[in-house]
């Protein structure tokens, strides 16, 4: 008998967020059938006298002195809920010291170039660009000579240029 009368509010429950989400245009049509009867229609009419109330306080009962009185009284008698506070993880506290010192050790040798004092003097020859093979010969010469000076005339002026600063020249 209980299981019954759990079912059936169970389905007016279900029926009744059934007709809610067909108000908001997420459920489909089959529940327009049963919105034709007189549970349905009055069903529809709150839904609808809920929505405009909420939409428009004109239409919106002000609440009276009593109602406001019972209220402010029940929210006093309430219980004030305390969360415990939040423990501070051991491993947590760990780690964020960890990637602060990550993070130092990083920005120091990054930086450790710039505040020796001493300006780097380091320079790598890749090739030397004036020095021929030991085992070029002269006729190969003129052919490169010849290939490439070609390739000058027919590429036209290079869009990538050698440049110097000269420290001492002013403008």
């Given at each position: ?35 034709l ?51 501070r993880?051991?491993?947590r ?16 040798w ?53 440049v110097?600063?000269?420290v001492?020249?002013?403008?």
């Open positions: 008998m209980q299981t019954a009368a759990k079912s059936v509010e169970i389905a007016e429950a279900s029926w009744e967020e059934s007709v809610s989400a067909w108000m908001d245009g997420e459920d489909s049509d089959d529940i327009l059938p049963s919105l009867s007189k549970e349905g229609r009055q069903t529809w009419d709150t839904y609808h006298l809920i929505g405009d109330s909420l939409r428009n306080a004109d239409l919106a009962l002000t609440p009276s002195a009593a109602f406001q009185s019972r209220l402010a009284r029940a929210l006093d008698a309430e219980l004030p809920i305390v969360a415990a506070p939040r423990r993880s051991p491993l506290v760990g780690l964020s010291g960890l990637a602060v010192a990550a993070a130092v050790a990083t920005v120091a990054v930086a450790q170039p710039y505040l020796t004092g001493t300006p780097a003097t380091e320079v790598r020859v890749l090739a030397d660009a004036s020095g021929t093979p030991a085992s070029a010969t002269a006729a190969d010469d003129a052919g490169l000579r010849d290939y490439l000076e070609a390739h000058r005339q027919m590429a036209g002026p290079s869009a990538v240029r050698q110097s600063f000269d001492g020249a002013g403008r």
